[in-house]
């Protein structure tokens, strides 16, 4: 069996995703599911996320400059899919998925209480790349559940039951297969 030549096209997968909730300045809120983020430096604690600009929340970003990364887990499957089908300029998002939203420490747009970790973000940069523009992100602030603290405040997100996405397809996260070095690490 040998393997298929595609015409070139995003196929890395799986992804994590994400719902990135917004406020615009006259006190608009909205949450847009994504599957195109990610971390790109550690110091400064920086991530990225790509938006099509005909999106509702496109112009909130652009207006504010920040957003909330909340990690999804399986019980937030069905939002997190609902919210990246349903525009917010349609519906209420936070109210029809029954989503708390949080003020946030550093930024305006709010966070979403039943995720596991929230990253607190400022623009420093958008992109344009063609059907997306890439917002450059600074971490100004992370919250975690402490219900997922152990006695030593180690946090377990494994235990919120992370999703990723995969050409279309929701997937729950599962087996512990290593820990970082762990094909080195001596026995």
Known sequence: MGKQLWKPGNMLYPLPVVMVSVA???GEKNIITIAWAGTVCSDPPMVSISVRPERYS?????????????LTTKELVFATDYCGVKSGRDVDKFAE??????????????????SPVNLEC????VEP???HDMFLAEVAAVHADEKYMDANNKFHL?????IVYSHGA?????ELLGTFGYSIRKK
């Open 170 to 174: 929701y997937l729950a996260t599962g």
């Open 158 to 162: 494994e235990k919120a039951e992370p």
């Open 129 to 131: 790349l063609g059907t």
């Open 58 to 70: 496109y112009g909130l970003l652009r207006e504010t400059g920040e957003f909330v990364i909340n």
């Open 122 to 125: 400022r623009v420093v940069r």
């Open 97 to 114: 998925m029954h989503l708390t939203p949080l003020p946030g420490e550093v930024v305006k747009a709010p966070l979403i209480a039943e």
């Open 24 to 26: 615009g300045l006259h």
